[in-house]
């Protein structure tokens, strides 16, 4: 009972420090993508946005948890939190300048078919992102 209740600090550390993870790189997210999600998400329930921003959210959690989960010290769970969020926008940038130019513009549009495409490829790069987080 003494190591589950001494345990609690770490896990507080590392759930407190992965929230604050997932909060800048929703604002950092939203500087790379030229498409502001919040205000189609908001003020317009655009649905393409809703699902690409929250296939990025997921995708970017997924690999924070491989990086809590596989590191083996606080720096390192930082370190390897961080490579997960330039991963997660690399997937959007490198979708958009090769396989979608227009993704962004589709997403305003409100087409579905761009919003999961973008929040998909999100969420693979979150599960390879994690995989790869051994050693």
Not at 17 to 44: C, D, G, M, R
Not at 82 to 97: D, E
């Amino acid at each position: 009972m003494i190591d589950l209740l001494a345990s609690t600090g770490n896990f507080a550390l590392y759930f407190g420090s992965a929230v604050a993870l997932l909060f800048l790189f929703k604002i950092i997210y939203a500087f790379v993508t030229p498409h502001n999600e919040w205000q189609l998400i908001k003020e317009q329930q655009n649905t393409a946005a809703a699902i690409a921003f929250g296939g990025a959210v997921v995708g970017f959690a997924i690999a924070v948890g491989g990086a809590a989960s596989n590191s083996v010290a606080y720096i390192d769970f930082i370190v390897w939190a961080l490579v997960a969020l330039v991963a997660q926008l690399l997937a959007f940038v490198i979708l958009k300048l090769t396989f979608m130019p227009k993704i962004s513009e589709r997403i305003e549009k409100n087409e579905t078919s761009a919003g999961v495409m973008l929040g998909m490829v999100s969420v693979a790069v979150g599960i390879l992102n994690a995989a790869c987080m051994s050693y």
